[in-house]
């Protein structure tokens, strides 16, 4: 019996260990080295609202919390060419990035989102 608890703990833990999704991520520094290098694939994905407040001008807008994120998004981007994301903080980009990534996109979540950008934008 005390195998068979064992046995369930370990399958567990390597179940849960394999549908981890790595995330890759850059900050806005290393952002705006790319922007000024070459044309990147560059989402927003924050919603009407927090875009009325400012955006880095190259990026494209898709909702987060739209019912059809994940159809638009997919429809948007090139697969053979990294989708570099962002929204407020970083926190709803890295869940857009996991969502990406289980459909094949290299997906990179900028660390900071949009509020890093900007503080570091009037230094």
Known sequence: MKNIVC??????????????????????KELKVLLSQENI????VRTPEEIK???????????????DFENVATAKLNKSKPVYLYCRSGNR?????????EKGFEAINVLGGYK????EKKQ
Do not use: H, P, R
């Open 7 to 28: 046995l369930f703990i370990m399958i567990f833990f390597c179940i849960n260990c394999n549908s981890q999704v790595a995330l890759k991520a850059i900050t806005t």
């Open 41 to 44: 694939q560059l989402m927003d």
């Open 53 to 67: 407040e400012g955006a880095i001008q190259t990026a494209f807008f898709v909702n987060y919390f739209d019912v």
């Open 93 to 101: 980009s890295g869940k857009a990035c996991k969502i990406l990534k």
């Open 116 to 119: 890093q950008w900007n503080m």
